[in-house]
Nanobody
Framework: QVQLVESGGGLVQPGGSLRLSCAGSGTLFRLYAVGWYRQAPGQQRELVAVVTGGGSTNYADSVKGRFTISRDNAKNTVTLQMNSLKPEDTAVYYC????????WGQGTQVTVSS
């Protein structure tokens, strides 16, 4: 059974930075791609960034150049470094393990506001 736990959310001013972490359990974690997703109130969950088991990455256009996703397979962790944050980045952020059946963490709130 794979479990995911996110951490690192909080309140930050526009232009600030936050670092989110996703810790996974089990030996399967390192085999699959992991994505960071976000869901704002009244909106659908959207993919923000993804990293494959081999370390290839891809980003939504809205965060390119500002967010960086990385993984450490030895520690079973995936990190999302978020810089130059904007109010529209406000959402609950989830990490998702892209197994045949998705596995989700509980989410962490990110609020960008002055």
């Amino acid at each position: 059974q794979v479990q995911l736990v996110e951490s690192g959310g909080g309140l930050v001013q526009p232009g600030g930075s936050l670092r989110l972490s996703c810790a996974g359990s089990g030996t399967l974690f390192r085999l699959y791609a992991v994505g960071w997703y976000r869901q704002a109130p009244g909106q659908q969950r959207e993919l923000v960034a993804v990293v494959t088991g081999g370390g290839s990455t891809n980003y939504a256009d809205s965060v390119k150049g500002r967010f960086t996703i990385s993984r450490d397979n030895a520690k079973n962790t995936v990190t999302l470094q978020m810089n130059s944050l904007k109010p529209e980045d406000t959402a609950v952020y989830y990490c998702g393990l892209q197994m045949p059946t998705m596995r989700w963490g509980q989410g962490t709130q990110v609020t960008v506001s002055s």
